[in-house]
């Protein structure tokens, strides 16, 4: 069940950061070049590549705005811990915040668009 729920929260915040970057790119090419602009940090400063602690502070605050960070911190906990829904939750709530952010975001810049 967390498993589905992390799945589910994942799928969630990609989608929501694809919908702001469509609404704002006019081509393909530029679309990629934003999602570069948006994964490529997230995956140096999420701890993925490199250990979180050993970053600089600045970058530690930076790569705790990113969802990628609070995400492999759930599937960390889940995987190697065993961790549940009570251990999860405070990495949790950052993604649902992303989401609805960047939900919002989108949403309104669409019906921009359509005007």
């Known amino acids: 069940m967390i498993s589905a729920l992390r799945s589910t929260v994942a799928s969630g915040i ?8 469509r609404t ?6 530029q679309a990629v070049q934003m999602a570069f ?9 999420s701890g993925f590549m490199f250990p979180f602690r050993g970053m600089p ?3 530690q605050w930076l790569g705790s705005c990113l969802p990628l960070t609070h995400f492999l911190r759930i599937v960390r906990g889940i995987l190697l811990k ?24 989108g949403v309104k810049r ?6």
């Open 82 to 105: 065993g961790n549940g829904l009570l251990e999860i939750g405070p990495e949790l709530w950052p993604l649902l915040l992303f989401l609805a952010i960047a939900m919002t975001i």
């Open 24 to 29: 704002q790119s006019r081509t393909t090419l």
């Open 37 to 45: 602009f948006f994964f490529l940090p997230s995956i140096l400063l």
């Open 57 to 59: 502070e600045w970058a």
């Open 110 to 115: 669409y019906r921009q668009t359509l005007d």
């Open 14 to 21: 990609l989608a929501s950061y694809g919908r702001p970057t």
